[in-house]
């Protein structure tokens, strides 16, 4: 697998003050972030992106699947426009090295952050890695 491509597109993206880049697939379909896989917080959960849309599974994103219904989150695959971010109750984005982690602002939108969902998430997160 080579990642060449997603280092360079996030490499730009903080030249440019951003600190991940989202990926898109021929569809429009937001698929992942450079070193993430992305999940938009909605009224009853979680949706990401299905991993047929062109994403890489992610070892956190299946943690979060395993996990989520614990603290009472469902989580849905469903194609995620650019657009619905204006709508989302947040966005978060995980990856193996930071666990979950608040999207603040997605180019001029501010984002809301749900520092309560984020503790919690990381939390069954960790207590997951912890007893494997």
């Known amino acids: 697998m080579n990642y060449l491509e997603n280092y360079l597109e ?3 993206a903080r030249k440019a003050g951003y600190d991940e880049v989202f990926f898109l697939n021929a569809a429009g379909v937001v698929t992942e972030g450079a070193a993430s896989n992305i999940f938009m917080v909605v009224d009853n959960g979680l949706v990401t992106s ?3 849309a062109g994403l890489l599974p992610g070892t956190m994103r ?4 395993a996990v989520s219904r614990s603290i009472g989150l469902g989580v849905k695959e469903e194609p995620i426009e650019v657009a619905y971010f204006t709508s989302a109750k947040g966005v ?3 990856n ?7 999207v603040s602002r997605i180019d001029d939108t501010a984002i ?5 969902l984020i503790i919690s998430l990381n939390q069954v997160l960790n207590r997951a890695i912890l007893s494997v």
């Open 10 to 12: 996030r490499y730009e």
């Open 50 to 52: 299905p991993q047929g």
């Open 62 to 65: 299946s943690k979060v699947f």
């Open 92 to 94: 978060i984005v995980t």
């Open 96 to 102: 193996a090295l930071l666990g979950a982690m608040p």
């Open 112 to 116: 809301p952050i749900n520092r309560e």
